[in-house]
C-alpha cells in the first residue's frame, strides 16, 4: 500500500484568501486525484493530476478556483482560491494502487472559512 | 454515468449484532467494486474490494460479494463492536482508471 501524507491536517482560513495543500507520496504514482468531502456528505472528484500535464477538471470544478500542480510522480498540491464559507470541507488526496486495483487517501484536510 | 447508491443511515446496532449495508450500483463494462471506512476525525481506508463477478472481499469480520446479476455489493459482519462505529462508503471505479465514484456513505453506530 501507497503511505500519503497531506499538510496541513487542518486550518481555519479567512474568507477571500487562499490555502494550498500538500500531499506527498512514498512511492512513485502516475495519477493522483484530488477529492472533496463536503459536511456530512459523501465525496466528490475535484480534479486527477498527471505528471507533465494539466490537471483535468471534474464537472463543476475549475481551474482558477482549484489550480493544482504535479511537479513529480510523488508529490502534488491544490489550491482553494479566493475561500468562501462554502468551501469548508475535507479535502483529501487520493493515489492508485498497485496493479490499478484500489485506491489509497490521505487524511485529509480538514478546511474551515470564516 | 456511473453511480453508487447506498442505504441512508444511521444506523443503530447493538454489540454483537448483525450489520448489512446494501449498496447497488450502475456502471458500464465491468468495474471495480469497493469499500471504505471513515473513523471518527479520520481519512478513508480501504476496507475490502472485488475486481470481478462472484468475487468475495473480505476484511475484519466484514464480508462482500459482487453480484453483477443484481449489481449488488452489499457489506455484511456477523458480529459488530462498538471500535466498528465509522461511516462505511460504497464506491466503483469503471473505466477511467482508479477515478472512483462513491455512494452516500453510511454512518453506522454500535451501542455496548
Known amino acids: 500500500s501507497a503511505v500519503i501524507s497531506q499538510k496541513p491536517s487542518r486550518d481555519i482560513c479567512q474568507r477571500g484568501t487562499s490555502l494550498t495543500i500538500q500531499c506527498q507520496v512514498d512511492?512513485?504514482?502516475?495519477?493522483m486525484f484530488w477529492y472533496r468531502q463536503q459536511p456530512g456528505q459523501s465525496l466528490t472528484l475535484i480534479a486527477t493530476?498527471?505528471?507533465?500535464?494539466?490537471?483535468?477538471?471534474e464537472s463543476g470544478f475549475v481551474i482558477d478556483k482549484f489550480p493544482i500542480s504535479r511537479p513529480n510522480l510523488t508529490f502534488s498540491t491544490l489550491t482553494v482560491s479566493n475561500m468562501s464559507p462554502e468551501d469548508s470541507s475535507i479535502y483529501l488526496c487520493?493515489?492508485?494502487?498497485?496493479?490499478?486495483?484500489?485506491?489509497?487517501f490521505g487524511q485529509g484536510t480538514r478546511l474551515t472559512v470564516v | 454515468g456511473d453511480s453508487v447508491t447506498q442505504m441512508e443511515g444511521p444506523v443503530t446496532l447493538s454489540e454483537e449484532a448483525f450489520l448489512t449495508i446494501n449498496c447497488t450500483y450502475t456502471?458500464?463494462?465491468?468495474?471495480?467494486l469497493f469499500w471504505y471506512v471513515q473513523y471518527p476525525g479520520e481519512g478513508l481506508q480501504l476496507l475490502l474490494k472485488?475486481?470481478?463477478?462472484?468475487d468475495k472481499g473480505s476484511n475484519k469480520g466484514f464480508e462482500a460479494t459482487y453480484r453483477k446479476e443484481t449489481t449488488s455489493f452489499h457489506l455484511e459482519k456477523g458480529s459488530v463492536q462498538v471500535s466498528d462505529s465509522a461511516v462505511y462508503f460504497c464506491?466503483?471505479?469503471?473505466?477511467?482508471?482508479?477515478?472512483?465514484?462513491f455512494g452516500g456513505g453510511t454512518r453506522v453506530l454500535v451501542k455496548p
Open positions: 512511492s512513485q504514482v502516475t495519477m
Open positions: 456502471a458500464t463494462g465491468y468495474p471495480s
Open positions: 464506491a466503483l471505479s469503471g473505466a477511467a482508471g482508479n477515478k472512483l465514484t
Open positions: 487520493s493515489v492508485e494502487g498497485h496493479l490499478n486495483t484500489e485506491a489509497f
Open positions: 472485488a475486481t470481478k463477478a462472484d
Open positions: 493530476a498527471n505528471q507533465g500535464s494539466e490537471a483535468t477538471y
